[in-house]
Every structure is written in C-alpha cells, then in structure tokens.
C-alpha cells in the first residue's frame, strides 16, 4: 500500500532555533495536512494545503509556522524560532480528495524535541 | 470548541471481544472515524461512519453510533494479539475537514 514518508523520525534542536520537518505524500494525493501531538495529550489539526496554499489553520498555527511544498514532491513544515512548548510528535497525512469516502493517509511521525 | 473523550485503557484475552467507546459534544459532527496507532507507526485508518447511520460492519469491525447520545463505539470481534494498538476516535463536520481526536484508547490483548 502506498504511504506518506516523513523524515527525519526524531528531530532533537535548542530553542529558538529553525527547523524544518519533511514529508512525501502519496504521489497523486492533492490534499496536504499537519497535526502534532503534545506527549499525554490529544492529536491537533495544525494546517491543511491544497493547490500550494493554505486552505485551513488552527489557534496553534501562528506565525511562528509554515507550510511549503517547494518542489512538487515534498510538503515541509517549518517552525521559525522554536519554544520548548514545540516539542511533540509532528504527522503528516494527505488524501486524494476531500470527498465523502476520503481517506486520510498519516506518516509515521517526527518526534520534535526542543531543549 | 468541540472536544471527543475516550477511555485510556482496556485489556481483552485473545478471543474475546473489544468494545472501544467515544462520546463527542459537537452536534454538527457528520464524519467519525477510528484510527489504529501501532507502536512506531503513523495513524492507520480503519473505519468510519456517517451521522446518518446507526451502524456499520467491516468483517471483525462494528461501529455503533448513538446520535441521540453522542456516543460511538468500535466492536473488534475475536481480538486477537495484533489488534493490541491505540484506538483514535475522530470527528469531524465536514468530510476532509480538520479533524477534532479523542485522546486514543490503548488496547491490550493478552494471550
């Protein structure tokens, strides 16, 4: 079965420092999405993408955050100056569509830790 | 803002039946769905359900959902040791739409 790639799979950085989280989605995927989740607490939506912008965002995707697919192939997620609140797990997911029946594929992740 | 609850914890024997419960506070919820985390995985699809029905099967799986309640729940029938995962349930208004998690419910299955 196809899936979504994401790298790296832990990502460890100093606060106040950029970082960028990668990701393949399924190759005919249009439909892009972030969620991350916060250790012992639930998976958030953070952004989704379509046709190379943003289609929605939540509260946690401020400024600090954005979302790019730079070369038709990867979807990045970039935190500008990054707070010890960063740290989590990071999925990416993409589907085809966002019709009825869709699915929304997830990636296995990359656990941000910010020290 | 609309929130999802479920229970952390349930322990099965392999062979029985598993029954994962979810109850939403968002009465506009028309897509809810469950979601299987293995350890170092990403979240696997596994089934989902329109408001607008009372029940759906997908060979082991049986979800029930009770709108009047706002209560869903996954049957796994026969469970077996591989089924041991966290169990995400999901919601959302629209289909592709943001997805509001509950905070997963981790399944054990003992031998």
């Known amino acids: 079965e196809p899936e979504v790639t994401q790298t790296p799979s832990h990502q460890v950085t100093q606060m106040g420092q950029e970082v960028i989280l990668r990701c393949v989605p399924i190759?005919?995927?249009?439909?892009f999405y972030w969620y991350r989740q916060i250790l012992g607490q639930k998976v958030e939506f953070l952004v989704s993408?379509?046709?190379?912008?943003?289609?929605?965002k939540s509260e946690i995707f401020d400024d600090q955050f954005s979302v790019e697919r730079p070369d038709g192939s990867n979807f990045t997620l970039k935190i500008r100056s990054t707070k010890l609140e960063d740290s989590a797990m990071y999925f990416c997911a993409s589907s085809e569509s966002r019709g009825t029946n869709e699915k929304l594929f997830f990636g296995s992740g990359t656990q941000l830790s910010v020290l | 803002g609309e929130d999802v609850e479920q229970s952390l914890f349930l322990s099965v024997r392999e062979g029985d039946s598993s029954v994962i419960n979810c109850t939403y506070t968002d009465s506009s919820s028309t897509y809810l769905y469950w979601y299987k985390q293995e350890p170092g995985a990403g979240l696997q699809l596994l089934t989902y359900?329109?408001?607008?029905?009372d029940m759906k099967q997908d060979q082991r799986l049986t979800v029930l959902l009770n709108k009047k309640d706002k209560h869903l729940s996954l049957r796994i029938a026969d469970t077996q040791t591989g089924d041991s995962a966290i169990y995400f349930c999901?919601?959302?208004?629209?289909?592709?739409?943001?997805?509001?998690f509950g905070g997963g419910t981790r399944l054990m299955v003992k031998p």
């Open positions: 999901a919601e959302t208004p629209e289909a592709g739409n943001m997805l509001t």
């Open positions: 190759s005919n995927h249009l439909y």
């Open positions: 359900i329109f408001s607008n029905m």
């Open positions: 993408f379509y046709n190379n912008e943003i289609s929605e």
